[in-house]
């Protein structure tokens, strides 16, 4: 049972491109969340998406990141005209039910460098 | 703001050690803790804590919840070298769809 799958693992970008971070959910989940892992800080939420809608979009900064998880295929951060600043690393975690209270789990990460 | 402090930051003990982290939280609402383990990859599932004063056990590890103070401990005992990670200590907030996290305790067992 494939666990939570996101891709690119390692993702480099000049400034003012645009980054694609995937994230497929375990079999059988229809909820997923994005955090963001600074350095050196915990992880901090960005946003929660069911199938075609996004439920909680709080974490999220106004301008150049946007997030969409279809009907079909993975979930989607992008990141439109990177910044340095936006180098971290990005997981996507899933879960089964509506989630309130249920443990999230987990994919490997996509590490963003921004040169 | 909902804040959740992890202390210590980093700790160095030799294997057969027995070792306790802390998570303090000041949140709205507080639904669950969660305890996750993150090496060089994702971070994995420990313990959800609901209920206070009721301890989780999972072979070595053990995590308790108090309320009323607003703490959670995270002991493991028999330290081995494969405990090395950074704990995450998280809690459910609110409508409880986000996790708050705290910056975590980097944990190194040497022999």
């Known amino acids: 049972n494939a666990g939570v799958m996101q891709n690119p693992r390692h993702l480099v970008r000049r400034r003012g491109q645009e980054a694609r971070l995937r994230c497929s959910p375990m079999?059988?989940?229809?909820?997923v969340y994005w955090y963001r892992q600074l350095p050196e800080e915990g992880l901090k939420f960005m946003v929660y998406?069911?199938?075609?809608?996004?439920?909680?979009e709080s974490g999220m900064p106004k301008e150049r990141f946007s997030a969409e998880f279809p009907k079909e295929g993975p979930s989607i951060l992008r990141i439109q005209q990177v910044v340095r600043g936006d180098s971290a690393a990005y997981f996507c975690a899933s879960s089964g039910t509506s989630a309130a209270y249920n443990e999230q789990f987990f994919g490997p990460g996509t590490r963003l460098t921004v040169l | 703001e909902d804040k959740v402090v992890q202390s210590p930051l980093s700790l160095v003990v030799h294997e057969g050690d027995t070792v306790t982290l802390n998570c303090s939280y000041e949140v709205t609402n507080f639904r669950s803790l969660l305890w996750y383990k993150q090496e060089k990859k994702a971070p994995t599932f420990l313990f959800m804590l609901?209920?206070?004063?009721i301890e989780k056990k999972s072979g070595r590890l053990s995590s308790i919840l108090d309320k009323k103070e607003l703490f959670s401990i995270l002991n493991i005992t028999a330290t081995q070298t494969g405990d090395s990670a950074v704990y995450l200590c998280?809690?459910?907030?609110?409508?409880?769809?986000?996790?708050?996290f705290g910056t975590g305790t980097q944990l190194k067992v040497e022999l």
């Open positions: 998280a809690v459910y907030t609110g409508g409880g769809n986000k996790l708050t």
């Open positions: 079999k059988g989940h229809s909820h």
């Open positions: 998406l069911q199938k075609e809608n996004i439920i909680d």
């Open positions: 609901t209920s206070s004063g």
